[in-house]
């Protein structure tokens, strides 16, 4: 598989009066071509922050990317400067917030914000662009494009506003899509036609998606890859068949237990006990181990490396280590990986 993007030992920091917070702490992680990686995981944990370095939209000050390398088909958006950012920002990689009215320019017609772009990026006449821009509201499912084009955010619902930001995002044919939540602001049956969309469009376009949730449920549904992030760390990642069927952190253990399922009557849900970190002061070794049920002494003092579970599997904890004892994942999780392994977790060929 061809690598579209490589994210190296990236570190955010925030300097805030209180001191450094250490939003993201090298993190690790690969896009290829055409698939869709989520990125899962509490709020706090760094995913808005990461995904937002990676375009060089983190405010600095107070922001800064540390360290890392952000490899883009090969060249360094990290050492990028705002000239350079601004040629790739919108034409090869476009980004998708989570609520739509912030994206969209309320005193502007909704064609003309979708044709700015194409004029910008794509040096396309007005004509071309106005015909592209009928293309996009008819591929987002807008109907009556024709007069659509004339009329202001305010006029569209909440879902058909969505619609036209995916349509902006996709205007330059982007080789990469980052989508931030994009459905939490929309009640659900809504929420479930925008990411039918998007995973029909992709279908289409073969662009590359990071899609970021704190739902697991969709994950199952549009992702081919799972990456899920704890106190500013990838602890684990893989297919989602491993993170469904085979989780290994005692962190993803705790997040699938806390995903209701559908077909399970005596819903018995595990919460992760405790809260996160305080990213100023991250604790010593696993940020994790205030909260894990099963931590060692060896968790209170060294961070753990990623084990490697298999070619497309790895995970941050020690109980991968050799000599940590075999250990089962809770009951409430098993029933769910039970579930997804009878079917509720996504079918071959099914990603956004
Ligand atoms: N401008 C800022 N100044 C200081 N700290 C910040 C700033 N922006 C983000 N942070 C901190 O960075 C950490 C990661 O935030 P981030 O927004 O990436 O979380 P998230 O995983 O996207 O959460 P959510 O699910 O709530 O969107 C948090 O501890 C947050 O407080
Ligand atoms: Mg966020």
């Given at each position: 598989?061809e690598?579209?993007?490589?994210?190296k030992?990236?570190?955010?920091?925030?300097?805030?009066?209180?001191?450094e917070?250490?939003?993201?702490?090298?993190?690790?992680?690969?896009?290829?071509?055409?698939e869709?990686?989520?990125i899962v995981g509490?709020?706090?944990?760094?995913?808005s922050v990461?995904?937002?370095a990676?375009m060089?939209?983190?405010?600095?000050?107070p922001g800064?990317?540390?360290?890392?390398?952000?490899?883009?088909?090969?060249?360094?958006?990290?050492?990028?400067?705002?000239k350079?950012?601004?040629?790739?920002?919108?034409?090869?990689?476009?980004m998708?917030?989570?609520?739509?009215?912030?994206?969209?320019?309320?005193?502007m017609?909704?064609?003309?914000?979708?044709?700015?772009g194409?004029?910008?990026?794509?040096?396309?006449?007005?004509?071309?662009?106005r015909?592209?821009v009928s293309e996009?509201l008819e591929l987002?499912?807008?109907?009556?494009?024709?007069?659509?084009?004339?009329?202001?955010?305010h006029?569209?619902s909440?879902?058909?506003?969505?619609?036209?930001?995916?349509?902006?995002?996709l205007?330059c044919?982007?080789?990469?899509?980052?989508?931030?939540?994009?459905?939490?602001a929309?009640?659900?049956?809504?929420?479930?036609q925008i990411?039918?969309?998007?995973?029909?469009?992709?279908?289409k376009?073969d662009?590359?998606?990071i899609?970021?949730?704190?739902?697991?449920?969709?994950?199952?549904?549009?992702?081919d890859?799972?990456?899920?992030?704890?106190?500013?760390?990838?602890?684990?990642?893989?297919?989602?068949?491993?993170i469904?069927y085979?989780?290994q952190?005692?962190?993803?253990w705790?997040?699938?237990g806390?995903?209701?399922?559908l077909?399970?009557?005596?819903?018995?849900l595990?919460?992760?006990?405790?809260?996160?970190?305080?990213?100023?002061?991250?604790p010593?070794?696993d940020?994790?181990?205030?909260?894990?049920?099963?931590?060692?002494?060896?968790?209170f003092?060294?961070e753990?490396?990623?084990?490697?579970?298999?070619?497309?599997?790895?995970?941050?904890?020690?109980?991968?280590?050799?000599n940590?004892?075999?250990i089962?994942?809770?009951?409430a999780?098993?029933?769910?990986m039970?579930?997804?392994?009878?079917?509720?977790?996504?079918?071959?060929?099914?990603?956004?």
């Amino acid at each position: 598989m061809e690598k579209l993007l490589e994210v190296k030992n990236m570190h955010v920091s925030f300097d805030t009066y209180g001191g450094e917070v250490k939003a993201v702490r090298g993190v690790n992680f690969d896009v290829n071509k055409g698939e869709t990686l989520a990125i899962v995981g509490e709020s706090g944990s760094g995913k808005s922050v990461t995904t937002k370095a990676l375009m060089q939209l983190i405010p600095q000050p107070p922001g800064r990317i540390k360290e890392g390398e952000i490899l883009f088909e090969g060249r360094d958006l990290a050492k990028m400067n705002e000239k350079q950012m601004q040629k790739i920002r919108g034409k090869e990689i476009s980004m998708i917030f989570q609520d739509p009215m912030t994206s969209l320019n309320p005193t502007m017609k909704v064609g003309n914000q979708i044709m700015e772009g194409l004029i910008k990026h794509q040096k396309m006449s007005k004509a071309q662009a106005r015909k592209r821009v009928s293309e996009l509201l008819e591929l987002v499912g807008i109907p009556d494009a024709e007069n659509r084009i004339n009329q202001y955010p305010h006029q569209f619902s909440g879902g058909m506003r969505q619609r036209v930001v995916v349509a902006i995002a996709l205007a330059c044919n982007p080789k990469l899509l980052i989508a931030d939540e994009p459905t939490t602001a929309l009640d659900v049956t809504i929420q479930a036609q925008i990411l039918e969309l998007m995973k029909d469009i992709q279908k289409k376009t073969d662009s590359a998606t990071i899609f970021i949730t704190h739902d697991l449920g969709v994950v199952a549904n549009v992702a081919d890859r799972v990456a899920v992030m704890y106190a500013g760390k990838i602890v684990e990642i893989g297919t989602v068949d491993d993170i469904f069927y085979n989780p290994q952190h005692p962190y993803t253990w705790g997040l699938l237990g806390s995903m209701p399922s559908l077909d399970s009557e005596d819903e018995e849900l595990y919460a992760i006990p405790g809260s996160p970190p305080d990213l100023l002061n991250p604790p010593k070794g696993d940020a994790f181990a205030a909260r894990n049920e099963y931590a060692m002494k060896i968790d209170f003092e060294q961070e753990p490396p990623m084990f490697k579970v298999s070619d497309t599997h790895y995970a941050a904890t020690w109980l991968l280590h050799e000599n940590a004892p075999k250990i089962e994942p809770p009951e409430a999780v098993k029933k769910r990986m039970e579930g997804n392994a009878n079917g509720s977790s996504s079918s071959e060929g099914e990603r956004i």
